[in-house]
């Protein structure tokens, strides 16, 4: 669509050879941009808001495929653990395509290392966000990582789990119409920027950072695309019985689906506890004073997500964000950090292109300068510092403090950027240029004689 439009607006000439002006001129733009009367040809604040909150939407909260919870957790948890989820998605996207990328790295290594048995990179995401649970008649035990599946099977009489690409799409909340559907939202606003660009019509700075939301949103997706969405539970696996011997099933499982005013009782009952107990970043935060694991917790997540630390121990469920450590190889590794560092300082630079926007003030106008080349900067001496320790390991061992220091320094620059990149939009808001309120006219993009 992006480029069709770009073709259209290259050939707006007629096929004749004649000079015909467009439908709508840029002049007559410029004319009527002192005022937005005509109701059909105008949007109101509200229009351009909901457009661009529904995008981010579907960036931060859709777009993102979690692992699959433990068969013991109610709904307000795992709705906690989501909502986390999209506000890492808001404040760092960058690694969420890192977390991806992970993923799927594993994901493709999996399916190559059990070829034999059939298995699909769908089967390896299946994997990796914990689909195999081990079982004892119907009590579960713990959640099978994927270097601890052999002597498992479905039935308990195989070698390894075997079960079919469809029935694990079966049980994903989303399908290909689906995806394609949010795909296709995120790439119509994109296209409906570059045509008021094409038609010099000022963009916002909230349409300008979502678009910088939904181009990450499409790699995400893309390397998502195998991943089930919003499974909620996982397959029954059984060790592979040594006998022939009767095995006691014990009770019918616990489901725990008690009812939604029930759980949002007992949730808001363990809330005091839960604030007091502090956020849970991983175990080497364990035993950590109260404030600084909150202060922490922003700054916490991309250690998780890069560093590859454990995370808070569940044996029903794998980690947040399973898995902790890269695909082996240091050149592969090295290749995703390169990867995710150059999503990182696209993303700045969709950010920076609204360098000479129309702000309220100046001092709104050198804050988004700032922020802007903070985010597109501080990605490359941070993947070189990574990079760094992966090819000389021994160098985190000589200058532990000063590495640690430099790491911090580098993420809490990157989140102050990334904050007043959010908050920022909003207040430019409430002073837009009237041509802010015009719509496009696609008409002046088809080809035409008169």
């Given at each position: 669509?992006?480029?069709?439009l ?6 707006r000439?007629s096929p ?7 439908l709508?001129s840029?002049?007559?733009f ?9 109701p ?11 457009s ?10 859709v ?21 986390g989820l999209?506000l890492?998605?808001?404040?760092v996207?960058e ?19 059990h070829k ?11 994997a ?5 649970m081990?079982y004892?008649?119907?009590?579960s035990?713990?959640v ?18 075997r ?5 694990i799409e ?29 038609q010099?019509l ?12 939904a ?15 919003n499974?909620?539970r996982?397959?029954?696996v059984?060790?592979k019985?040594e006998?022939e ?8 499982e ?16 363990e809330l005091?506890a ?19 694991r909150?202060?922490v917790?922003p700054?916490?997540i ?5 560093g ?11 980690d947040?964000?399973?898995p ?7 050149r ?5 950090g390169?990867?995710?560092?150059a999503v990182?300082v696209?993303?700045?630079g ?6 000479s926007?129309?702000?309220p ?7 988004w ?5 903070s ?7 941070y ?6 320790l992966?090819?000389?390991?021994g160098i ?13 320094i ?5 989140m ?18 009237p041509a802010?309120?015009?719509v ?11």
């Amino acid at each position: 669509m992006i480029v069709v439009l770009a073709i259209l607006a290259a050939t707006r000439a007629s096929p004749l050879g004649q000079s015909s002006p467009p439908l709508v001129s840029l002049d007559q733009f410029r004319t009527r941009a002192l005022s937005c009367d005509d109701p059909n040809g105008c949007r109101s604040l509200w229009n351009i808001i909901w457009s661009c909150a529904v995008t981010i939407f579907l960036c931060a909260w859709v777009s993102v495929h979690p692992n699959i919870p433990s068969p013991d957790e109610r709904w307000p948890r795992v709705a906690v653990r989501r909502v986390g989820l999209m506000l890492a998605a808001l404040f760092v996207p960058e690694m969420m395509i890192g977390w991806a990328l992970k993923q799927r790295l594993a994901a493709v290594e999996l399916a190559e290392r059990h070829k034999g048995e059939g298995w699909t990179t769908t089967h390896g995401f299946f994997a990796i966000m914990g689909g195999f649970m081990e079982y004892e008649g119907n009590r579960s035990i713990r959640v099978l990582l994927p270097e601890q599946l052999e002597s498992y099977s479905l039935t308990g009489n195989g070698d390894f789990p075997r079960i079919a690409k469809e029935e694990i799409e079966d049980r994903s909340k989303g399908d290909f119409i689906s995806k394609s559907l949010v795909i296709l939202q995120s790439g119509w606003f994109v296209t409906q920027i570059i045509a008021r660009a094409l038609q010099d019509l000022p963009i916002t700075e909230l349409e300008l950072v979502t678009v910088a939301f939904a181009t990450l949103n499409f790699v995400m997706y893309l390397l998502w695309w195998d991943k089930p969405l919003n499974v909620q539970r996982g397959v029954r696996v059984y060790k592979k019985r040594e006998t022939e011997e009767v095995i006691d099933d014990g009770d019918v499982e616990s489901t725990n689906s008690v009812g939604f005013f029930v759980a949002l009782r007992d949730a808001l009952y363990e809330l005091p506890a839960a604030i007091l107990r502090g956020p849970q970043l991983g175990t080497g935060f364990v035993g950590d004073p109260w404030i600084y694991r909150v202060l922490v917790w922003p700054v916490g997540i991309p250690f998780l997500i890069v560093g590859g630390y454990d995370m808070y121990e569940d044996l029903k469920r794998v980690d947040t964000f399973y898995p902790q450590h890269w695909v082996s190889g240091t050149r592969k590794r090295i290749l995703a950090g390169c990867i995710v560092a150059a999503v990182a300082v696209t993303f700045g630079g969709i950010h920076c292109s609204g360098w000479s926007f129309a702000f309220p003030s100046n001092t709104e106008r050198v804050l988004w300068r700032v922020a802007s080349v903070s985010i597109v900067a501080i990605p490359i001496p941070y993947t070189l510092l990574v990079v760094l320790l992966l090819a000389q390991p021994g160098i985190k061992d000589s200058l532990p403090g000063m590495l640690g220091i430099l790491h911090m320094i580098l993420i809490f620059a990157y989140m102050l950027g990334r904050l007043a990149l959010l908050v920022l939009p909003f207040l430019c808001l409430r002073s837009l240029p009237p041509a802010a309120y015009h719509v496009v006219h696609w008409a002046t993009f088809i080809p035409h004689v008169l």
